[in-house]
């Protein structure tokens, strides 16, 4: 078939109304390439009938893309898209968990697939997942051992302040790790992450009392007062307390 043709059948797919994509389903299924059924998925008179029809293809169904976009669509039945749901990448599980056309149950499906999947997957993969993906996900990496991955978490638009608060409060939680929070010039500069830091003996004692001149007095009299925390950190809350002064630098 020529390269024009081909152009042409694409076009029709991704433009036509609903009765002329149900004919070319029909008529020209054997015509359709997975890089043209990809284009079906864009037109806005898709409907569940016309996905099923197209999936019905043997050929176009052992397509991932065909899989992939059709998991993507907003009008897949549920039941179909949770069937492709396992067989997706991992960057494509991130892009189903955040779509909220989709049913919340294929979102988390995509979620759990993709929580199940992360302790194979290498640093690098972990911190492109860390950037983008879904409070869900970042509850599960909040958790990661290495500093790179939380410091890409830091970077996350939809990373909340009580997403964080509970690796702040563990006392398992790495120092690097700590560390890594410690210096997010958008992290260490709120209240609460201030203090949660201050209050972790597993903070590198170098950045809690880099944070400590910055606690309120009452804040700084439980710094003190805290015996799990290192001798040095309490007796510098204590002259700060007895300074008077709230917030110094």
Known sequence: MDEGHQDDLARLLREGDEAALGELLTTRIEEISPADARQVFRNPYLTAVLIARLLGSKRLLASYEVR????????????????????????????????????PMVRRAAETRLIDRLPALA?????????????????????DPTPRVIAALLENPRLAEGLLMPLLASESALPAVLAVIAGSPKWSVRYPIRLALCQNPRTPLDRALMLLPMLKRGDLESVAANLR???????????????GGELRI
């Open 229 to 243: 925390l290192k001798l040095p950190l309490r007796r510098r809350a204590q002259l700060l307390a007895r300074g």
């Open 68 to 103: 992939m976009e059709a998991a993507r669509h907003p009008r897949t039945p549920q039941i179909v898209a949770l069937r492709f749901i396992p067989g997706l990448y991992w960057a494509d599980l991130v892009r189903v968990g955040l779509d909220m056309r989709l049913h």
């Open 123 to 143: 640093v690098g993969e972990k911190m492109a997942i860390a950037r983008s993906a879904s409070p869900g996900i970042l509850a599960v990496l909040r958790n």
